[in-house]
């Protein structure tokens, strides 16, 4: 659409509104994080010694190895925007889809890692779990569910960009208009903030 | 219209600074996996959290484009961010004491 039609057509826009509500949304995901965070801390600080027991069960090279592919997904996502902005449907579509790959990888990675610990019978309410002591089964419930749900997070950004992905082939998110995938964006970087915190504090306690 | 530009007007990053932060990112990680392998006690978390703090930073700032945003988003995130670090020391305020 160029400057003309905009004038015959009057197409209310604002893209400073739109990104400011996602930003709004984006601050009751941090009270959603924030309060597992909450929960995660006193326990750990009133069983210390048996989170460090735990931790150590859980594997480093695969908790780094993820960090390492959702950080350059991040890479990608921000990329698609500059290449938008520059007109480069092409090579955003690229980085899009890219980001969509490096997200699989990450959530095969979490299936690998999930169904070892399955297989040890560590899982919510299995009978290995519930004999070991309190501050271990405390630690592997908020590790399932802090993990589990940033992996749900992650599962609705790789739905969200593809939806981009789509919108962009097509045309709708384009140089001129391209808030939509601005917005998804900053989505999934917050999935990757809150990675940024989850690794640390699960699997590098020593 | 008159809104309706800001898009375009107010960032435009190149690819390379982009880049720039990713390898920031990378090699921070890279410090906390390391910091974790020496054993300094209490110190370990708190740098595990100071690293991972700087690392937010890079993604909002550059990522998330919040450091061409317009002052109000700014202070939207400080004060989010307030209200976290508040409860924080609330909560501990009560638990360091048992």
Do not use: C
Not at chain 1, 16 to 27: K, Q
Request: charged content about 10%; cysteine-free; glycine content about 8%.
């Amino acid at each position: 659409m160029n400057a003309q039609e905009h004038a015959v057509v009057h197409v209310h826009r604002d893209d400073v509104g739109a990104r400011m509500g996602m930003w709004l949304f984006l601050f009751t995901e941090l009270l959603l994080f924030g309060g597992l965070f909450f929960l995660y801390s006193v326990y750990r600080f009133v069983n210390q010694e048996q989170f460090h027991i735990a931790a150590k069960e859980l594997n480093t090279l695969i908790g780094t190895f993820n960090t390492i592919i959702l950080l350059t997904s991040s890479l990608t996502m921000a990329l698609s925007i500059a290449a938008i902005q520059r007109n480069n449907k092409s090579l955003s579509v690229f980085f899009q889809a890219l980001t969509i790959l490096l997200a699989f990888g990450f959530l095969i990675n979490k299936y690998f890692e999930w169904s070892i610990k399955f297989h040890h019978g560590v899982f919510p309410g299995s009978e290995i779990l519930l004999n070991k002591p309190k501050g271990e089964i405390l630690f592997f419930g908020l590790y399932y569910v802090m993990t589990g749900l940033h992996g749900l997070h992650v599962i609705i950004g790789v739905v969200l960009i593809a939806i981009m992905t789509r919108l962009t082939i097509k045309g709708v998110i384009n140089k001129d208009s391209y808030v939509k995938l601005e917005s998804a964006g900053l989505y999934w970087h917050l999935v990757d903030i809150i990675w940024i915190f989850l690794f640390p504090l699960f699997y590098l306690i020593t | 219209m008159e809104k309706h530009d800001s898009t375009a007007e107010h960032k435009e990053h190149g690819y390379g600074i982009y880049i720039l932060v990713w390898l920031g990112l990378l090699a921070l990680t890279g410090v906390t996996v390391a910091v974790a392998g020496i054993n300094f006690g209490g110190i370990t978390v708190a740098t595990a959290l100071l690293v991972a703090s700087v690392k937010s930073f890079l993604v909002l700032k550059i990522f998330m484009h919040l450091g061409a945003e317009q002052k109000t988003f700014k202070i939207f995130v400080l004060v989010a961010l307030s209200f976290i670090i508040i409860s924080f020391v609330l909560l501990f305020s009560d638990y360091s004491f048992i």
